[in-house]
């Protein structure tokens, strides 16, 4: 085979490649309600998701049967994408004396921009139904890091469709860019620990690296010295964020998107890490 | 004969490129940026303003009337703020005298539950365990005791139904303990050791300890029931809403002190790679609110 022939057949196995990814999507036949109460608090605010799909480094092509050009049509994938990136961006209470860590921490960690928190990457989304989200780093030094969220924080009947779970997801995959960054290994199961083992009940597990509050200053959560005294991991992150949402955000942030948090928080924490059960949050009371 | 079918296979492929090219304009022909006809360019912080708050639809009715009064007060109890949360107590407070209310929350829990969304599912059945009634506890109790979904898609080693129903069975069970009474103490108990999911096992265990004002005395109650290699969740650190950095960090502190077991072991190094060569950048500044 010679260069051409190599090229050619390349293509095609591309094209049809691409052509099969963008005919399939997720289910997008409704919204779960923490999803529409959210939406309810903005009615498609269209400053946002022209500002949103650039600060995540959405491409069209990736996007664009999942309602690119139908953005307020909440039951398609990137209307829920771009309700989850409202509720880390706008909805957090940020009160350093009682909040995990900050609105500067969690954007840090789901936007795209090369920061301190990891470098440059962007989001897509895939049909899997097997994953909540992947984390695929740039083979070539000119190359992208990319996250895509996958159907189970899309299809209106999955347990983490709402947006606060998606938002968790964002900081989950965001934190293994951040590893990447800072050259961690936290274990080769999808970037984890093989489990289960300890307190953890999942085939991916981590450490929780406990934490008082107001230990980080906001915009600091990316700083690790190295030991398991200033340390994060992927679920951590997701669970300080979950509980945060739960109990510290803003005052208009619906019951329904709290609840959610919290329901995925507190289950995430007693089942995803070794040295567990990591924190709880939310009140024991039921309203 | 290999370069004759190369050019069958560039030709078959120019072919399939060109197919896949027109059958997909999504990846190719899309728009650059996001739109659509129902845009709003109204600031959120104008349409959360315009919200009338502290107005919970009537919880009243009997029959049908009952059920469609439910399913209203839950789609308001979902959007709600924290609050209006005595809103929502109060009525329910009322409520609690009419079986027929009751019923119908059990009705809306299993049509949420029924139809996978989780959070609606959630929402309902916060507020019948606020009611505190005993039809609504036993309700709730037969809720936990559903056996968990054994079939469907795993994620990471776990049964993503199975997760599902466990997180409701998790509020549902925090129901029960608010009801702080002795019969249905001791279906909180028996789950503490013997619900399958770690997840409502947790919850148990937190809900029991809460209810009682995380006394020692409930703790010592509560011990027996707990499975040995879940002992750890006795002393597992809360933080709730509200709560500061120093209660907080108080209680940390003594839990990682009576723990030492649980310090996570020194983070390890991995290769570091080359340097991105492009890095992205952007003016952050979002929209204002």
């Known amino acids: ?287 | 004969m290999q370069s004759r079918k190369w050019r069958v296979i560039s030709r078959a492929g120019a072919t399939v490129m060109t197919l896949g090219l027109m059958s997909g304009p999504v990846a190719f022909g899309a728009e650059a940026q996001p739109g659509s006809e129902q845009g709003s360019s109204t600031p959120p912080s104008r349409v959360i303003a315009a919200r009338p708050l502290h107005q919970p639809p009537a919880l009243s009715g009997t029959g049908t009337e009952a059920r469609k009064s439910v399913k209203a007060f839950v789609t308001w109890a979902g959007q709600s703020v924290v609050e209006e949360q005595d809103d929502a107590r109060k009525a329910l407070r009322t409520a609690a005298k009419n079986p027929d209310l009751i019923q119908a929350f059990s009705a809306e829990i299993l049509e949420a539950h029924k139809a996978g969304d989780s959070s609606r599912a959630l929402v309902a059945l916060g507020l019948l365990g606020e009611m505190r009634t005993y039809d609504g506890a036993k309700f709730l109790a037969e809720f936990v005791r559903m056996p968990l979904p054994t079939k469907g898609t795993y994620i990471e080693g776990e049964l993503q139904e199975e997760v599902q129903q466990a997180r409701l069975q998790a509020k549902a069970i925090a129901g029960i303990a608010y009801l702080r009474d002795a019969d249905f103490d001791r279906e909180v108990l028996y789950q503490v050791g013997s619900h399958p999911s770690v997840i409502v096992r947790a919850e148990a265990i937190s809900a029991f300890l809460w209810n009682r004002g995380d006394t020692l005395d409930a703790r010592k109650a509560l011990e027996p029931f707990v499975r040995r290699e879940e002992l750890l969740f006795l002393d597992r650190v809360r933080r709730v809403s509200g709560e500061n950095a120093e209660t907080f960090n108080r209680k940390l502190s003594a839990y990682l002190k009576a723990h030492p077991e649980v310090q996570a072991p020194k983070p390890e190094p991995k290769a570091p790679r080359p340097p991105e060569e492009k890095p992205y950048t952007f003016d952050v500044t979002p929209p204002k609110f």
């Not at chain 1, 083979?139 to 606060?164: H, Q, R």
């Open chain 1, 1 to 287: 085979m010679n260069l051409k022939q190599g090229i050619a057949l390349m293509s095609s196995l591309l094209a049809f490649g691409l052509s099969a990814e963008a005919g399939a999507v997720c289910t997008q036949t409704g919204a779960s309600q923490a999803d529409r109460d959210l939406w309810n608090t903005h009615g498609c605010w269209q400053d946002f998701f022209l500002w949103q799909y650039k600060a995540y480094g959405l491409k069209s092509g990736d996007w664009s049967n999942r309602g690119w050009s139908d953005a307020c049509n909440v039951s398609l994938e990137f209307p829920k994408h771009w309700n989850a990136s409202y509720l880390l961006t706008y909805g957090m209470a940020d009160n350093f004396a009682q909040s995990f860590h900050g609105t500067a921490d969690y954007r840090g960690t789901a936007e795209a921009p090369n920061s301190n928190f990891h470098d440059s990457l962007y989001h897509g989304i895939t049909d899997r139904t097997d994953v909540f989200g992947t984390f695929s780093p740039r083979f070539w030094p000119w190359d992208t890091d990319k996250v895509e969220t996958a159907c189970p924080l899309y299809n209106p009947n999955a347990s983490n469709s709402n947006p606060a779970s998606r938002a968790g997801d964002y900081m989950h995959e965001g934190w293994h860019a951040n590893f990447d960054k800072y050259n961690i290994d936290n274990g080769n199961t999808g970037g984890h620990r093989a489990g289960p083992q300890g307190a953890c009940t999942a085939t991916g597990c981590d450490y929780f690296y406990f934490h008082g509050i107001s230990k980080y200053v906001f915009g600091a959560m990316w700083e690790n010295n190295g030991t398991a005294s200033r340390f994060h991991s992927p679920n951590q992150v997701q669970v300080e964020f979950l509980c945060d949402v739960s109990d510290q955000s803003q005052w208009w942030i619906p019951l329904s998107v709290r609840q959610s948090a919290a329901a995925d928080a507190n289950g995430r924490a007693a089942s995803r890490f070794i040295n567990g059960p990591g924190y709880s949050c939310g009140s024991p009371r039921p309203w």
